[in-house]
């Protein structure tokens, strides 16, 4: 009984540390945005959930869920050039 028990937290603390090696590879694995990115944001109307770049004459709005670990800011040169093009980018924010 000792014997089966002594494995059972062998194992259960291997697989601790395994999960939470994970999870620190993905939150330092995640791709951040240039520096020419981080300006173009500075446009963009900000809050916890979102990031808006308006156009002055909205044909339509166009929501951008980023994705693959990339920061949200990211893809802020993009939504500004589709802004510039006169669509309403909104890009959401989720936690990487």
Do not use: C, R
Not at 31 to 56: C, G, T
Not at 68 to 83: E, G, H, Q
Request: no cysteine; hydrophobic share 50%; proline share 4%.
């Amino acid at each position: 009984m000792k014997k089966i028990k002594k494995i059972l937290i062998w194992l259960v603390s291997i697989i601790l540390v395994i999960l939470i090696a994970g999870a620190a590879y993905l939150h330092f694995s995640a791709y951040q945005p240039s520096s020419s990115a981080n300006q173009a944001v500075h446009i963009a109307k900000q809050d916890n959930k979102e990031m808006v770049f308006k156009a002055k004459h909205s044909k339509l709005t166009v929501v951008f869920y980023p994705g693959a670990l990339v920061a949200p800011n990211s893809y802020s040169i993009w939504a500004k050039k589709v802004a510039q093009a006169g669509y309403t980018v909104k890009i959401a924010h989720f936690p990487l």
